[in-house]
């Protein structure tokens, strides 16, 4: 019988580094080689069209269609000089990664012939069929067609023969059918109450941004291996595999030095990842073996998602070139640590940064205090929220382990910043103020020392960590769209800053001095948010319970955690700072509530194929094999003899047997628990079905597989193991 098993591990084993020619120039010189970028959009376009559009990137301008026409008439001369035949808008669906149609830039000339042509209209607004994306129902009870329409803040790109155009995916009414269109909003909220706050320090702010670095990890795996791995392939982890003897737990992995084919991989990788724009910086092993992390510089947010996205789909691409598969899979492999993207989230105004502590001034000191503490409002009063906008089917396998973030979100400050705040909020009123002569008072916030910047006392444990100038997302999925994580943190600070400003309003109106009703205020909100702040280790025991008690959501079903979308306080959060309206959000529930359905249903369709294919048959195999030996055995020795020269292959049988009965009755089980959820026509109802019915029904069989695994002839076993999967040569 040959082993398809035996050949892929021979193939993977045999593959050399691909060749990769080195880029003739060095990365300041083809980076953003592809991206129509603003000294492009000066080359390519009319001094007046480029002011145009700068003013409508920059100031939120609205697009003058007048523009439209020469935008896209320059667009396509530059994208021409590079191939280009084709243009998509590329959007951010609610399914995982991106989407897009392409249309050749021909039209008929009207004499027979045909000519190349991009109007502005087409580079502005098109019609992709809405109806195969999620919906949640939208499309039902408003209207039937969808358009996507150009973000001109995030720059057009070419890969291959195609021009691909950002744009926001809405209905015809309005309600967003993407990521894109509600993070706007939020960067906006956020950014328009942050404005407002900043000017109580300085009067000169303008604009506050938002930034964004993310760091992602992935795992890669020999593409044959892959290839013989059914549940790697149609789930993008795998359902069964005993652990391998030697995993993650000589730590030797992290840092330490990367193979050569995936070193090739990365330079390949980051070479057109540059060529598109991505700042790519960081890049290392991760924790696990055969798990890795890239990172580029931070950016706005808004075009870091779509970089990060961009990103996602280049990596598949080139792992393929490489004989690579990429697994973003949060958790591809049990037993070993799952993937993450931590998203390094920060504020800043045109004339300098919010969440940096080194400020000269106590004055400067002050607005950093509130910039931190109003953060910390906003993740307190929606952690449930947060935590529902890191959630999935595929995340949920992470999150509570024992590796990264809790299902739990709270914020680690660190020892300084706790202490500064404790003093704020405890300090009598005189002591944070000084007399100095005839001006009054001064305020007198201690300085914020240095070294707290560098802090290197970084808690690992913490899904929410401030790390000397930004804060740190890190319960966010290696799969997911950063987005929907950033909507409700944006929003989230927005709502906090937006009742900040209003109660030190109401104190300055009343006739108190703005200084000191911003310390009122702050000082209320210290107290208010202190449940979310905790610096002990967020994988204990004694943290679950103690977050019980402070009444933090320690809801841990996925299925469940999405109602906190559907919560009042979030659906008038949504609606009073404009990013999303109840009916908006119910539609995506819905689609959240289906997603994770599916994802289930597919595993354990996949699991019941593999247990019958594969695993039920190579056991039952092995154990006619050791059958026939008992046989001969018996009629070379005789009974008496034979039965104790036989004993260990006997209970091999016996014992393939009762599994082999176990998985059979199990599998069956899972087809029961799966049609009496599919009856279930309420979403929500069915998802919560499928997580307490039907997942339990899997870990059974699977633990049973696991076993056979263990006592079935090696040369038997058709699935690439985990120490065949795992380790890159
Ligand atoms: P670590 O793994 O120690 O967290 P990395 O260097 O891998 O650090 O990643 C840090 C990420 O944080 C990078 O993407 C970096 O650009 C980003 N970052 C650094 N400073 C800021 C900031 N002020 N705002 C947002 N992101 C930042
Ligand atoms: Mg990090």
């Not at 739990?408 to 500064?420: M, P």
Request: proline share 4%; glycine share 6%; net charge negative.
């Amino acid at each position: 019988m040959s082993n398809l098993r035996f050949e892929v591990v021979a193939e993977a084993f045999r593959k050399r580094p691909l060749e990769v020619p080195a880029p003739k120039e060095r990365p300041s010189e083809y980076f953003a080689k592809y991206v129509f970028n603003r000294p492009k959009m000066y080359r390519y376009l009319s001094v007046e069209v480029y002011n145009k559009l700068i003013d409508v990137i920059d100031n939120g301008c609205r697009l003058d269609r007048s523009i439209a026409d020469a935008v896209a008439a320059g667009m396509k001369r530059w994208a021409e000089e590079h191939g280009v035949t084709h243009y998509t808008h590329w959007f951010q669906p609610l399914t995982e990664g991106t989407a897009e149609k392409h249309d050749a830039f021909v039209e008929h000339d009207g004499k027979g012939g045909m000519i190349e042509e991009f109007s502005g209209k087409l580079l502005v607004q098109q019609e992709p069929d809405a109806s195969s994306f999620p919906n949640g129902g939208i499309r039902n009870t408003f209207e039937a067609r969808g358009y996507s329409a150009w973000d001109p803040t995030s720059p057009v790109f070419i890969i291959d023969d195609t021009l691909c155009i950002p744009t926001i995916f809405i209905s015809y009414t309005g309600e967003a059918l993407d990521y894109k269109a509600p993070l706007l909003k939020s960067l906006h909220a956020v950014g328009e109450a942050a404005t407002a706050v900043c000017r109580y320090f300085d009067r000169k702010v303008k604009k506050v941004q938002t930034n964004l670095g993310w760091e992602q990890e992935y795992f890669l795996v020999d593409e044959s291996l892959y290839s013989a791995r059914p549940d790697l392939m149609l789930t993008g982890r795998t359902l069964m595999g005993h652990d391998s003897a030697k995993n993650q737990q000589m730590d030797d992995h992290y840092f330490g030095t990367i193979p050569e084919r995936v070193q090739a991989f990365m330079k390949d990788l980051e070479t057109q990842a540059l060529e598109l724009g991505i700042p790519c910086k960081t890049r290392h092993n991760e924790v696990a073996p055969g798990q890795f992390e890239l990172a580029p510089i931070y950016e706005e947010c808004n075009l870091a998602v779509d970089h990060n996205m961009l990103l996602m789909s280049l990596m598949k691409k080139v792992a393929h070139k490489h004989g690579f598969r990429v697994l973003l899979h949060e958790k591809p492999f049990d037993g070993i640590n799952g993937s993450g993207k931590h998203n390094n989230w920060s504020l800043v105004t045109d004339t300098g940064v919010l969440l940096h502590a080194a400020g000269k001034t106590p004055e400067d000191n002050l607005r950093f205090v509130v910039f931190i503490v109003e953060t910390l409002m906003g993740v307190y009063r929606h952690n449930g929220l947060l935590k529902a906008s890191i959630m999935s089917a595929t995340n949920a396998h992470r999150l509570g382990a024992n590796e990264a973030p809790p299902a739990i979100i709270s914020s680690f400050l660190g020892r300084q910043l706790t202490d500064l705040l404790d003093h704020i909020e405890k300090a009598d009123k005189d002591e944070l103020f000084n007399v100095v002569g005839k001006k009054g008072m001064k305020l007198d916030i201690p300085e914020i020392p240095e070294l707290m910047i560098d802090n290197t006392d970084r808690n690992r444990t913490s899904p929410f960590a401030f790390t000397g100038n930004r804060f740190e997302f890190r319960a966010v999925g290696s799969e997911a769209n950063c987005a929907s994580a950033l909507i409700v943190l944006n929003t989230a600070v927005a709502e906090a800053l937006t009742d900040f400003k209003q109660r030190v309003d109401a104190l300055i109106a009343g006739g108190e001095d703005q200084t000191s009703a911003i310390i009122d205020v702050i000082r209320e909100d210290i107290r208010r948010c202190r449940l979310i702040r905790f610096d002990g280790n967020g994988y204990s025991d004694e943290w679950k319970a103690e977050a019980a008690r402070r009444g933090l959501d320690c809801e841990a079903s996925c299925p469940l955690c999405f109602d906190r979308y559907l919560d009042p306080e979030t659906i008038r959060m949504f609606e009073k700072m404009n990013v999303m309206s109840r009916s908006e959000l119910e539609a995506r529930n819905e689609v959240k509530w289906e997603t994770y359905t599916k994802k289930i249903q597919i595993e354990a369709r996949v699991m019941g194929d593999l247990s019958m294919n594969h695993i039920i048959p190579v056991a039952t195999h092995y154990q006619s094999r050791l059958a026939k030996n008992v046989e001969g055995m018996f009629n070379v020795f005789g009974r008496e003899e034979g039965k104790a020269l036989t004993a260990r292959n006997v209970k091999i049988i016996r014992e393939i047997a009762e599994r082999t009965q176990l998985i059979e009755t199990g599998i069956e089980e899972l087809v029961d628990a799966r049609k009496v959820a599919n009856r279930i026509q309420n979403e929500r109802e069915k998802a919560v079905a499928y997580h307490d019915t039907v997942i339990p029904k899997m870990d059974r069989v699977r633990y049973q597989i696991d076993k056979l695994e263990l006592i079935v002839a090696d040369e038997l076993w058709t699935l690439p193991k985990y120490r065949e999967l795992l380790f890159i040569r």
